[in-house]
């Protein structure tokens, strides 16, 4: 396999916390605590989580808006902390963003032609016209006719105004867009139409995305590969094939219980896993999961599980890594 | 099922909003009929938009000022509450009906803490005062799953998580006994785990108490776990009714096979169906059936002229000039 377009080794973000009135020690919420992950070119890797996991801090991380703790994150083997002048800037036109909610991440005051050149005006020094044309294809790619490009957002439907938001997102030389909750702000109808377009932006231009959800079925629809995360930690990450048919994590198998069914006969009596998330200010010792965990031992209390490779479904190439302690999981 | 009886009866309702002094009306729910009985969950699904909020809004009177009940009657136990004076429905909800909305943080009263709000239906429907009062709030706390609910109930709504907002809200519902529990997307904003655990309990109480549900939500998912009848609201109309093995195996209305189709499944890579377009605008409406510019089989007559319901036979009920041709072959 080629290298990786991203590389993220040993990520770790820790952000204090006020300190007590009479100078108590300083607490930290450990909001990315050692992640490792990669995307390949042309690929889609899904980062799946619960809310306050810190999924979100990592694409922050990954897009330059907050600086690492400790680790590193290479985008194309260079790594982009020592990132300067215009090698950043040519980071910054090579990795862009699609937020959650449409209607908050496009400028209601600007037309959508300026919304989709801002990034060109930025970072190129092209001439108007150019601009303009790059402004129509780009809008013809995301699907929608470019003579909207006078228009304000306001004139436009949530699942249209995602694909402007895609659209600037592809504007300049894009070869991965951190696609952050991207469909859950849309009508159900919509959203299909959104996931196959960007499906299909991907075979055609060969973008790779790092894809954040909290939905399953939606998160293992779009991706190749998938990173399970728990309160700051990835706990298993596989192929999405193999991880839907043998998920082997027990928070990973809480996900698939807690997944909705597609038809009433698959109703499942298996209960889901009981309690919350606990809080960041205060990880539970050892395995983090261990609370909540249906199969705990008296040992995850104590040791922290490290992500080890697993052999999933026997097939040599397919690496599942998966950090849990109980023997039971590696059965099979 | 079928011989329990019927909890809440509603027959052709009819709510416009009328904005600009009455110059522009807004259908927002158009001739909408629907039968729940005793133990009985039905979901309401459709897109924003589609009414499925303000149906439920008009069954227990809390529609904005500018929403009016133009026809239709609501028969709750046999009683018709379009009739009644809010002084009336007021008896009514909270009681015998309860609501449960999306938003747990505003549905609660962040200055009173959760034994009050929880406290109050019972004080004010069942004249309950002190220690019968604190035991009854205590025992739906814990129906609801709240840990150590005699330390809990001091506590202010912004001390607990969202999951556990969203079953005090359940808790408040349950307190007076109610037959019809209205809950509006309830589980929307919650976490995946925390969503399963919270329709799990809701479903565990139904069993418990026999309290018929009315289920709100745009996810077919939560359907497919949760609803006995699922009727899917299209503009203010419901295009389709049918038992939920009925609707999700041979779907009639092709808004309800688009929407099965968009839904991502486990396990399949396949592109999703899409729905072109986008829903119409309530207060600008396609003439003839609403569905005609996204639908993919729409035939010359569905421009112009409305669908009736058809019945074909199985239990479902949908509006569709397809099942016309269909029925008249048969």
């Avoid at chain 1, 997944?259 to 010792?285: C, F, I, N």
């Avoid at chain 2, 839904?263 to 890579?269: A, E, I, Q, S, V």
């Amino acid at each position: 396999m080629s290298s990786p377009v991203l590389e993220v080794r040993n990520l770790k973000k820790h952000f204090p916390v006020r300190r007590r009135l009479f100078g108590g020690p300083a607490t930290w919420v450990k909001a990315v605590d050692g992640v490792d992950l990669a995307i390949q070119a042309g690929q889609t890797l899904g980062l799946i989580g619960e809310s306050g996991c810190g999924k979100t801090t990592t694409s922050k991380l990954i897009l330059k808006q907050e600086t690492p703790t400790s680790g590193t994150i290479r985008f194309e083997g260079r790594d982009i902390a020592s990132l300067h002048g215009a090698d950043l800037m040519a980071y910054r036109r090579a990795v862009q963003v699609v937020f959650q909610d449409p209607f908050s991440s496009l400028s209601p005051r600007m037309r959508v032609r300026d919304i989709v050149a801002e990034p060109l005006e930025i970072h190129t020094d092209l001439p108007r016209g150019a601009i303009d044309e790059r402004v129509g294809k780009v809008l013809e790619l995301v699907g929608l006719p470019p003579d909207v490009a006078p228009l304000f957002p306001h004139e436009f439907s949530g699942g249209q105004r995602q694909r402007i938001a895609i659209a600037r997102a592809l504007a300049t030389d894009t070869r991965l867009i951190v696609l952050d909750e991207p469909v859950s702000a849309l009508d159900v109808s919509v959203r299909a139409q959104i996931i196959n377009q960007l499906e299909e932006l991907q075979r055609s231009l060969g973008v790779s995305y790092l894809f954040i959800g909290h939905d399953l079925a939606t998160v293992a629809h779009i991706s190749h590969r998938i990173a399970v995360m728990y309160l700051g930690k990835i706990v298993e990450t596989a192929e999405a094939d193999a991880l839907c048919a043998r998920p082997m994590h027990p928070y990973t198998k809480a996900l698939f219980a807690a997944a909705l069914p597609s038809h009433p006969d698959q109703r499942t009596q298996e209960k889901t896993v009981t309690g919350e998330v606990p809080s960041a200010l205060s990880l539970p010792s050892g395995c983090r999961f261990h609370p909540r965990c249906p199969s705990v031992m008296p040992i995850c209390a104590q040791i922290e599980p490290t992500l080890r490779r697993r052999d999933g479904g026997g097939r040599g190439a397919i690496c599942t890594t998966c950090a849990c302690t109980a023997p039971g999981m590696i059965r099979g | 099922m079928a011989n329990r009886e019927a909890v809440l009866q509603v027959a052709g309702l009819q709510t416009h909003f009328f904005t600009f002094g009455g110059a522009r009306v807004i259908k927002a729910v158009d001739g909408v009929s629907f039968t729940l009985r005793e133990g009985e969950t039905l979901g309401l699904v459709g897109e924003s938009g589609s009414g499925k909020t303000t149906t439920c809004m008009s069954i227990v009177g809390l529609l904005p000022r500018a929403g009016r009940i133009v026809g239709g009657r609501v028969l709750f136990e046999g009683e018709d509450l379009t009739r009644k004076s809010q002084r009336e429905l007021r008896r009514i909800r909270g009681r015998q009906i309860a609501v449960i909305l999306q938003d747990p943080m505003a549905s609660l009263n962040p200055l009173f803490t959760i034994y009050r709000q929880v406290a109050e239906p019972a004080f004010f429907h069942q004249h309950l005062r002190g220690r019968s009062l604190r035991e009854r709030v205590q025992g739906l706390l814990r129906a609801v799953r709240i840990p150590s609910p005699e330390w809990r109930m001091r506590e202010y709504p912004h001390q607990m998580s969202g999951g556990m907002r969203q079953r005090i809200v359940g808790a408040i519902a349950l307190a007076g006994g109610p037959k019809l529990v209205i809950a509006d997307e309830p589980t929307t904003n919650l976490d995946v785990t925390i969503q399963a655990q919270y329709l799990d309990l809701l479903k565990d109480i139904q069993q418990e108490t026999g309290v018929a549900l009315i289920f709100v939500t745009h996810n077919l998912g939560i359907v497919a776990k949760m609803c006995d009848r699922v009727a899917v609201m299209y503009a203010g109309k419901i295009v389709e009714q049918a038992p939920v093995r009925e609707l999700f195996d041979d779907p009639k209305h092709p808004y309800t096979r688009a929407l099965l189709g968009s839904m991502p499944k486990l396990g399949n890579k396949e592109p999703l169906y899409s729905i072109r377009g986008q829903p119409p605008n309530p207060a600008n409406l396609p003439d003839g059936c609403a569905f005609h510019p996204r639908c993919p089989d729409v035939m010359s007559r569905c421009m112009t002229e409305e669908p009736p319901d058809f019945r074909p036979g199985d239990g479902s009920v949908a509006r569709c000039w397809l099942l016309d041709d269909v029925l008249a072959r048969s």
